[in-house]
T-cell receptor
Framework: GAVVSQHPSWVICKSGTSVKIECRSL??????MFWYRQFPKQSLMLMAT?????????EQGVEKDKFLINHASLTLSTLTVTSAHPEDSSFYIC???????????FGSGTRLTVV | AQSVTQLDSQVPVFEEAPVELRCNYS??????LFWYVQYPNQGLQLLLK??????LVKGINGFEAEFNKSQTSFHLRKPSVHISDTAEYFC???????????FGQGTELSVKP
């Protein structure tokens, strides 16, 4: 089946630094990838939709300058948290869709802790 | 507004007992329905999905769900749970072909010996 690889699985960074999270579709081409944020004991909140070769579409309330998304190829999307602060600490999950209606394959998530 | 409601935030159950996790969606037109499971500090794993056809869908790990259009529900069931089924379960819906995946609030299933 479809596999999505997400790295790193966890990262600790200092306040003010930037962190990049990678999401790769290993055995299929993903024209669309999605980035979610999940707070403890809560559901997934869609942050943005990433389309290969074009600008990402951000959900209302998500700062596009803080959460930079790049989808340069059909198998890779990256999320960069810029100038991270402790309130950015969260669990970030990506997902990819290759065909409409077949559901979404999720990465294993990245636990970001900003100290 | 298009939404998904999981009626129970927590469901405690004893091992080998049956369980039902409830999910209702807000519209009956053209929906695709999914159930995902999430173990601590991990991503989401697809349990099962309904796209069309038979309203009874069988998934992995002995789970099944039934699409009920008249009640706009897609409840998840398992006849006999194991300790290893302890996890967070999310119901999700796509309302239009190509639309976004909308998640419910999640149900924490806790299986006790």
């Amino acid at each position: 089946g479809a596999v999505v690889s997400q790295h790193p699985s966890w990262v600790i960074c200092k306040s003010g630094t930037s962190v990049k999270i990678e999401c790769r579709s290993l055995d299929f081409q993903a024209t669309t990838m999605f980035w979610y944020r999940q707070f403890p004991k809560q559901s997934l909140m869609l942050m943005a939709t990433s389309n290969e070769g074009s600008k990402a579409t951000y959900e209302q309330g998500v700062e596009k300058d803080k959460f930079l998304i790049n989808h340069a190829s059909l198998t890779l999307s990256t999320l960069t948290v810029t100038s991270a602060h402790p309130e950015d600490s969260s669990f970030y999950i990506c997902s990819a869709r290759d065909r409409v209606g077949d559901g979404y394959t999720f990465g294993s998530g990245t636990r970001l802790t900003v100290v | 507004a298009q939404s998904v409601t999981q009626l129970d935030s927590q469901v405690p159950v004893f091992e080998e007992a049956p369980v039902e996790l409830r999910c209702n969606y807000s519209s009956s037109v053209s929906v695709y329905l999914f159930w995902y499971v999430q173990y601590p500090n991990q991503g989401l794993q697809l349990l099962l999905k309904y796209l069309s056809g038979s309203t009874l869908v069988k998934g992995i790990n002995g789970f099944e769900a039934e699409f009920n259009k008249s009640q706009t529900s897609f409840h998840l069931r398992k006849p006999s749970v194991h300790i290893s089924d302890t996890a967070e379960y999310f119901c999700a819906v796509i309302y239009n072909q190509g639309g976004k995946l909308i998640f419910g609030q999640g149900t924490e299933l806790s299986v006790k010996p």
